[in-house]
């Protein structure tokens, strides 16, 4: 398309618009962002609101004033808008918010200290404001004409700037397409703007011209802007630096004035050798007012893509550019680790200066460092090195959010409640009782910050260690360490792979640390550090540290650890120094440790190529929550079928006698207790040789279990209902009628048995009874005319929960005969049916 020139107006209040529009928007906002800053407005407040309404001005002047009649594309707006969201407001605020925290942004923490700023100190704030205005822009514009020139020449910048020169046409809403990196660039112009002090007002003011020019550059308003062009870079000006002819759209480099683009860098001495451009970069061609066509060599949205799909192809362009840049590698592999650390520990110093709680201070950093981590991952995988990453293999990314959520999120969460409780607050000061603080009374208060986290970083490892280690050495612990052990690809939220034990008992060392009252500030370092470090010892980036090592323990160390053969070694989460200390040579501690060896190792970087155990964890026929189901609740199967195995006989005996006791108490037909508690146990034996089998062969089969249903209802039940009839009459003979008979006692009575406790007199009567059934049992193998009515008893081949009840019909009503005698003696009915079901009980099972 040929922009030569734009229509003629048709009136002549569209001519004033065009030629007066553009410096009356400018001094307008910029008096209104003085004004407001003045009277207390905050700072986001103003630039929130100058955003939205330079931009409703723009869609509308687009609509009434026009530079080009071509219509809207409804596919980019959407593009245009997406970026609004995912770059401007999220990117923007994120590196925003991590300038301010580094207390110099906007010049708050400066402009009021003033001995402090160099703006103070070199007496720019004592001239005119409108003065100091064009002064700050010119300055600042300085870093910015470079920064923007750099983006253009050199390539790794330009994959990133170019996203922002993919528009084939050019309207207010463009202007904010951008790579999510770029607000971080230009943030690094503004913390040193703001590390110069100046005032709050003055910072505010060169920011919203650069909002507002910007709106204007991009929109498709017919603007003119004679004698404005050699000072400022005019809507003219950036239409030609954004034309598709690489020529024309390496100049115009300028963001707040065009002074710098007037200047011939190419002309100085050493500094001309290493420009890319051989002239002065300011570029305003006579009689044209937009060039040819707008664009970049990289594709705007496609015919059948969807302006996400543009958007994700544009944010992931960067990357593809960058892993074919010699140094990205080297940057990654040698200075990923040491950059992601420092800045975590300074951050997190700088929030709680800000105020923020140890908790949200960690949950932040955290979040930051996963961020990282992945992104140096994503930068420099080790997958160019041959070690494998599939994280499908582990249950993908999803099982990962689960264990986040649900193992370590909550444990963390309440943990950092707990922590706040435990004295965080009283760092440095008195404590309850009068006396000093730990760290206080030890003189650490009075040491170098730096010298303070080196400290706390000894002796939180020393307990980290250690939990660490009795994780391996416990085998009851390793069962559930074995969770976090069993990835086999690395990935930078592989660390929150966690059974929910390990954040309680990591916290409970996190606790004990917190109560020595270190300050806050080095908690919170300390806590930065750790997280951090933990997202890249699992990330699948190429990361390596060298002879650091020998005292930190990064990511080559840590993968030595998760090596398939060697879980035995390099326990410190964060320092390699109590590794290294032979723990195993010392007196009675060394006879109490399983691994005898020095469990520092350092094996060649990056790490092992195989990682994981031998046994997957993970069922890839599973999803996510079930496997994660699966491995917080099978570190706990040994304990609790053990539990079951060894719990289950006296608790079902002592349940159903007990049981029996309570129900005969209540008035309960003797019938229906025999009844009920036989159903019962039968019922309990069947489920327990599903989860606790002797012989996994003895399962029964169809045939076998309707076998014993019917001697279940037709030999046991109906049996036992009358035997049961029969107890209750001789439990009310012995209770009542026989005592009558006998005299005004029974024979239990007057030996004196009843003023025993309940439960020694059911342990009597269980012996006594078990007397009988002894002596009946002996009877019916001994007599030959009885042993064939017990012999359909001994006839299956397996034992199961309803072998019990195949009993030939005569065998119960003989067995019970003896029941029926000996409640003639006299105990009470709850006694004695107690000491029935008990012995019901321990039969069945």
Known sequence: MNMTDSPKPSSWLQIMAKYTLWPMVLLISIVFVRMAILDGWSEAVVMGVLAMGCLSLCHGLEAVLP?????????????????????????????????????????????????????????????????????????????????????????????????????????????????????????????????????????????????????????????????????FPTPRLHRFHHSRDPAESARNFGILTTVWDHMPWHRFPFLGRFMAFQHATWFAPQGRLAPAGYGSDLADCGAEESALATWWRHTKHPVAVWRELPWVPRMVRSMGWPVGVVGAVLLAHRLVVVGLGPGLVAAVVAALGVAWAGALQWLHPMDSHGHASHPEQDGGWTLDLLHLGLSEGVGHAVAQAGLSLAGLWLAGMVTMDGGLVPWTLLGLDGLPLLVQLAMAMLLLDLGLYWQHRLFHEIPPLWETHQVHHAVRSYGPTRAARHHPLSPIVTTAVWMGFALLG????????????????????????????????????????????????????????????????????????????????TTFFRGAEPGPARIGLEEPLVSSS???????????????????????????????????????????ARSVPVPLVVLLALLGVVLVNVGLERVIPFRESWASDRAETQTDLVHLFLSGLAPHVIVAALISLGAGISGVGLASVVGNMG????????????????????????????????????????????????APETMTGTRVLRNHPVGPLLTNLFVVVLGALGMEPTVFVAAQAISLTVGIL
């Not at 020169?165 to 904010?176: E, F, K, T, Y």
């Not at 470090?533 to 090592?549: S, T």
């Not at 199967?637 to 029996?660: D, N, T």
């Open 518 to 597: 270190a300050p806050v500030e080095v908690f919170a370092m300390a806590q930065a550090f750790a997280a951090t470090n933990g997202a890249m010892q699992h990330c699948g980036a190429d990361l390596r540290i060298g002879r650091l090592d020998a005292v930190f323990a990064g990511p080559s160390t840590h993968r030595w650890h998760h090596a398939r053969d060697l879980h035995d070694r390099n326990f410190g989460p964060n320092l390699t120094v109590w590794d290294q200390v032979p723990w195993h040579r010392l007196p009675l501690v060394g006879s109490l440790l399983r691994i005898q060896h």
């Open 622 to 664: 599973e999803s996510a929550l079930v496997n994660w189901f699966h491995q917080v609740v099978n570190p706990f199967r040994p304990l609790v079928l053990g539990a079951i195995r060894w719990l289950s006989f006296p608790v079902l005996v002592g349940g159903v006698g007990m049981g029996a006791f309570v129900a005969i």
């Open 747 to 794: 024979l239990w009575h007057r030996l004196g048995l009843t003023g025993l406790p309940v439960v020694a007199q059911v342990c009597l009567t269980v012996v006594l009874l078990d007397f009988c059934l002894y002596w009946h049992h002996r009877v019916m193998h001994e007599v030959p005319f009885l042993w064939p009515i017990h012999e359909v008893h001994h």
């Open 67 to 231: 530079f080009e009649g071509r219509p809207r594309d409804r596919k980019e707006d959407r593009l245009d808008y997406l970026n609004v969201f995912m770059t401007e407001l999220f990117a923007q605020g994120l590196f925003r918010g991590v300038i301010f925290l580094s207390g110099v942004v906007l010049g708050t923490a400066l402009s009021r200290r003033p001995e402090l700023g160099l703006w103070q100190a070199a007496g720019l704030d004592q001239l005119p404001w409108v003065v100091e205005f064009m002064l700050a822009m010119v300055l600042i514009d300085l870093p910015l004409y470079w920064q923007h020139r750099w983006m253009h020449t050199l390539r790794g910048l330009w994959s990133v700037h170019t996203v922002h020169h993919s528009s084939q046409r050019l309207a207010a809403i463009s202007g904010i397409r951008n790579h999510l990196l770029s607000p971080l660039m230009t943030a690094s112009v503004s913390l040193a703007f703001g590390a110069l002090g100046p005032s709050v007002d003055l910072f505010v003011a060169v920011h919203a011209w650069i909002v507002v020019k910007g709106w204007l550059q991009h929109a498709n308003i017919d603007l003119r802007t004679p004698g404005f062009d050699l000072l």
